[in-house]
């Protein structure tokens, strides 16, 4: 019987390529460059599905006009605002993600973001690399404690609800929320806020948990920086698009906020010039979900879904819209 054949777009933990090859007739990207339209374009054209990644620009152009031989785009991440859905609609491709499997490593990265802006942890590392560490003084490098303050969730998702219980259990944090679809639990977890702007009002530390969407692209502008206290903290693990980035180095420049801490960027890779000179603002580069235990769990996730849409069943993530 053939095996249906599946572009693997960039290199994947060596046991999820494993596992793939038992299954599948693999074509993989040895050299992990992201594969630009072309070939993202042949890989449809000359596959039965592509195992996909955030680097993947699968637009309306990409997607093109039918016919294409691959039926299916399993996405390896939660997140598929890379990929236009209703031009995947009308080629006929069926796209899954993978939730879940990330939840804890991305809410660790959040946890770990809002600790290093507070407490200036790489301004600190910075200058002892640099030879400038004078030794110890009473006011050196002050920053902000996060006990009894209050964390503000924007998007009370999976990953926004894993930040809030962390915080609150681990850090003695009160947490307020605004999410557009509250449900029972998240009134346990904390109080709902009416407004984004009554949570940007509230907040100590606002940290951004929405998918990327035509609402929500630039949900956080000047205006909204402007509607946060002073002194607050701005994190961003979720999607670039969400913060107007060039508000954002204006804000931070003009000390109209503690600090931000931020993991994804408008225009990945790329960094905006300004918010590289900066000190108070933490710049990781899209590490969410990297630990091995979710990159592999992202892996396998992605198999089941394959496996399934082949088997002619439901693949448990599919996408709705697609
Ligand atoms: C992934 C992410 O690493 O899952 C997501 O949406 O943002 C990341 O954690 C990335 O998307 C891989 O495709």
């Not at 997607?63 to 995947?88: E, Q």
């Not at 503690?258 to 990945?268: F, P, S, T």
């Amino acid at each position: 019987m053939t095996r249906p054949i599946v572009t693997v777009t960039r290199r994947l933990p060596q046991a999820v390529e494993a596992e793939l090859r038992e299954e599948f007739d693999v074509r993989l990207n040895t050299d992990d460059l992201p594969l630009d339209a072309a070939a993202l374009r042949r890989a449809l054209e000359s596959s039965d599905a592509l195992l996909c990644t955030v680097t993947d620009r699968l637009d309306r152009a990409t997607l093109g006009p039918p016919p294409v031989r691959a039926r299916i785009a399993a996405n390896f991440g939660v997140g598929f605002n890379h990929i236009d859905l209703s031009a995947a609609r009308d080629l006929g491709l069926v796209v899954t993600n993978t939730p879940g499997v990330l939840t804890e490593a991305t809410a660790e990265l959040a946890m770990t973001l809002m600790l290093m802006v507070a407490r200036r942890v790489t301004e600190g590392e910075r200058e002892l690399r640099a030879g400038k560490w004078t030794g110890w003084r009473p006011t050196h490098l002050m920053g902000r404690g996060l006990g009894g303050r209050i964390l503000g969730i924007v998007g009370m998702g999976r990953i926004g609800r894993s930040v809030a219980r962390r915080a609150a259990n681990g850090l003695g944090m009160r947490i307020e929320y605004f999410t557009r679809t509250p449900t029972q639990e998240d009134d346990a977890l904390g109080r709902r806020c009416e407004s984004l702007a009554e949570l940007l009002a509230n907040a100590d530390v606002v940290s951004l948990h929405a998918p990327a969407t035509s609402e929500t692209k630039r949900m956080i502008g000047a205006k909204e920086l402007r509607q946060m206290k002073r002194d607050a903290v701005l994190i961003n693990t979720a999607r670039g698009d969400l913060v107007d980035e060039e508000a954002l180095a204006d804000a931070l420049l003009e000390g109209a906020l503690h600090g931000a801490g931020l993991d994804v960027y408008e225009h990945e890779p790329s960094v905006h010039p300004r918010l590289l000179r900066l000190d108070n603002v933490v710049l990781l580069p899209h590490l969410g979900s990297a630990t091995e235990d979710a990159r592999i769990g992202m892996g396998r996730r992605a198999i089941e879904n394959l496996r399934a849409f082949f088997a002619g069943k439901e693949p448990p993530d599919r996408v709705p819209g697609a």
